[in-house]
């Protein structure tokens, strides 16, 4: 018989309001776990691109199973992270520590990301004339009046995409970590963005100032610095982004066990 999965009976985690810069801490905070261990950030990582990028070969199928296993493989990066946290060493087994607990519930999270992005793509699709739904898959050059009927399109799929973003953003590692059912977690996440709105968006800055300072770099150099930009965001941007969620987390979540 098959193993159920572990879903927490305990009450649910505590949701802290933090200070604004509290995001300056978890970016160093961040940097101190990437910097226990920086080459196997790095392997995981190219690993995990390794696998998305043998998916997408199977064209459509491939992809929508990448998509559906994405948040298994983030539950994992954070358990990887909560071991460094505990002194414990990261190994490549943590890429894969969500398949072994939580599987069932984290691919229930990449099934939902994907309705609620497949429901908003055929809201927006509906919204736009033939000619452009066209136009767009195809790469074709759009005329200003077509330019400009899509921005109201863009800005609503903006605002829908955003409470989805909100709703998936800690829900890994509460399934991964604290073993909540995906539901718990998507409500729990967009309560604790709601309530943290500042400081999750000083952090989005810092992120995307470091994601700035990379694409002003490559376009001022040539192809050869644009692979070695691309080696710095795979082997240090997003580990550091990894670690630092992490921290946010554990910043923002106190465990109904710790309260």
Same mark, same amino acid.
């Given at each position: /018989?098959? &193993?159920?999965?572990?879903?927490?009976?305990?009450?649910?985690?505590?949701?802290?309001?933090?200070?604004?810069?509290?995001?300056?801490?978890?970016?160093?905070?961040?940097?101190?776990?990437?910097?226990?261990?920086?080459? *196997?950030?790095?392997?995981?990582?190219?690993?995990?691109?390794?696998?998305?990028?043998?998916?997408?070969?199977?064209?459509?199928?491939?992809?929508?199973?990448?998509? =559906?296993?994405?948040?298994?493989?983030?539950?994992?990066? /954070?358990?990887?992270? &909560? %071991?460094?946290?505990?002194?414990? %060493? =990261?190994?490549?087994?943590?890429?894969?520590?969500?398949?072994?607990?939580?599987?069932?519930?984290?691919?229930?999270?990449?099934?939902?990301?994907?309705?609620?992005?497949?429901?908003?793509? *055929?809201?927006?699709? *509906?919204?736009?004339?033939?000619?452009? #739904?066209?136009?767009?898959?195809?790469? &074709?050059?759009?005329?200003?009046?077509?330019?400009?009927? #899509?921005?109201?399109?863009?800005?609503?799929?903006?605002? #829908?995409?955003?409470?989805?973003?909100? %709703?998936?953003?800690?829900?890994?590692?509460?399934?991964?970590?604290?073993?909540?059912?995906?539901?718990?977690?998507?409500?729990?996440?967009?309560? %604790?963005?709601?309530?943290?709105?500042?400081?999750?968006?000083?952090?989005?800055? =810092?992120?995307?100032?470091?994601?700035?300072?990379?694409?002003?770099?490559?376009?001022?150099?040539?192809? *050869?610095?644009?692979?070695?930009?691309?080696?710095?965001?795979?082997?240090?941007?997003?580990?550091?982004? /990894?670690?630092?969620?992490?921290?946010?987390?554990?910043?923002?979540?106190?465990?109904?066990?710790?309260?």
């Amino acid at each position: /018989m098959s &193993q159920r999965p572990v879903v927490n009976p305990d009450p649910l985690p505590h949701i802290r309001t933090v200070p604004t810069g509290n995001a300056l801490e978890w970016v160093r905070i961040g940097v101190m776990l990437f910097k226990a261990y920086p080459l *196997m950030w790095g392997v995981l990582f190219v690993l995990y691109f390794a696998i998305m990028q043998l998916l997408s070969l199977l064209g459509a199928v491939g992809s929508l199973f990448g998509a =559906l296993i994405a948040p298994v493989f983030a539950g994992g990066l /954070m358990l990887g992270s &909560q %071991a460094i946290e505990r002194k414990q %060493a =990261l190994e490549i087994n943590h890429l894969f520590a969500g398949f072994r607990a939580q599987k069932a519930q984290l691919v229930k999270l990449g099934f939902y990301y994907i309705s609620a992005l497949f429901a908003f793509s *055929m809201i927006i699709a *509906m919204s736009l004339d033939p000619a452009t #739904l066209e136009a767009l898959p195809k790469g &074709q050059q759009l005329t200003p009046q077509q330019v400009q009927d #899509l921005s109201q399109p863009l800005l609503l799929l903006g605002l #829908l995409v955003t409470p989805v973003l909100m %709703a998936f953003w800690f829900a890994p590692a509460l399934v991964a970590i604290d073993q909540l059912h995906p539901w718990q977690a998507l409500l729990l996440s967009f309560k %604790a963005c709601i309530k943290n709105v500042l400081p999750l968006l000083f952090y989005s800055f =810092l992120m995307g100032l470091f994601f700035v300072v990379i694409l002003t770099l490559s376009q001022l150099f040539g192809p *050869m610095m644009q692979n070695a930009l691309l080696l710095v965001v795979i082997f240090l941007l997003l580990p550091l982004m /990894m670690t630092s969620l992490y921290i946010s987390y554990r910043d923002i979540f106190i465990s109904a066990k710790d309260s």
